[in-house]
């Protein structure tokens, strides 16, 4: 089975989950975002630090 075909089986199950981001010192909803701001923040990329060893 697809990926796809699994979402849609399923889509009765889903819920809308709202994901925020910190802007400005502060934390919105990517929702509200106009259009340049959700393509930069589809841009990010996200950094993982390694943990350090002594």
């Known amino acids: 089975m697809k990926h796809n075909e699994i979402l849609e089986k399923l889509s009765d199950k889903r819920t809308k989950c709202t994901v925020y981001t910190r802007v ?21 990329i996200y950094f993982v630090e390694k943990a350090k060893t002594f």
């Open 24 to 44: 400005m010192g502060y934390h919105r909803p990517v929702e509200s975002f106009n259009i340049g701001k959700k393509a930069e923040h589809k841009q990010r």
